[in-house]
Nanobody, 125 residues
Framework: QVQLVESGGGSVQAGGSLRLSCAAS????????MGWFRQAPGSEREGVAA???????SYADSVKGRFTISKDNAKNTLYLQMNSLKPEDTAMYYC???????????????????WGQGTQVTVSS
C-alpha cells in the first residue's frame, strides 16, 4: 500500500517562501508520477504541479515562475518549492501519486489513486 506524508507547511507573509515535502513509502518502483494539489475552504481542488515518470513537469498558470516541483527518487520524496507566495496561495496542500498518469493530465486529480493527508499553507498580506 502506497503511503504519502506531507510536511513543510506553515504560515508566512506575502513574498515569502516555503518548501513542501512528500515522503512516499510502500512501492518499489520510484518512477511514480506525482503531483501537488491544493484546496482552499469553499473552493474546488486545484492541480498545482506535476512530475511524470521521466521527470517532465507541468504547472498551473497561477504558479508558473513561482513554484518548482522536484523529486528525489533515492529518497522517495517529492518537493514543492514555493517562492513569492501570495495570500491566494493559502490552502491545504496535498501530494498524490500513481504509476501511470495520462500524458498532459498530471494536474488532474482524477488521474491519481494515492493521496496524502495534506499540509496547511497560510500566506498573510
Amino acid at each position: 500500500q502506497v503511503q504519502l506524508v506531507e510536511s513543510g507547511g506553515g504560515s508566512v507573509q506575502a513574498g515569502g517562501s516555503l518548501r513542501l515535502s512528500c515522503a512516499a513509502s510502500g512501492y518499489t518502483d520510484s518512477r511514480y508520477c506525482m503531483g501537488w494539489f491544493r484546496q482552499a475552504p469553499g473552493s474546488e481542488r486545484e492541480g498545482v504541479a506535476a512530475i511524470d515518470r521521466d521527470g517532465s513537469t507541468s504547472y498551473a498558470d497561477s504558479v508558473k515562475g513561482r513554484f518548482t516541483i522536484s523529486k528525489d527518487n533515492a529518497k522517495n520524496t517529492l518537493y514543492l518549492q514555493m517562492n513569492s507566495l501570495k495570500p491566494e496561495d493559502t490552502a491545504m496542500y496535498y501530494c498524490a501519486a500513481d504509476l501511470w498518469v495520462t500524458p498532459g493530465l498530471g494536474t488532474r486529480g482524477e488521474e491519481y489513486n494515492y493521496w496524502g493527508q495534506g499540509t496547511q499553507v497560510t500566506v498573510s498580506s
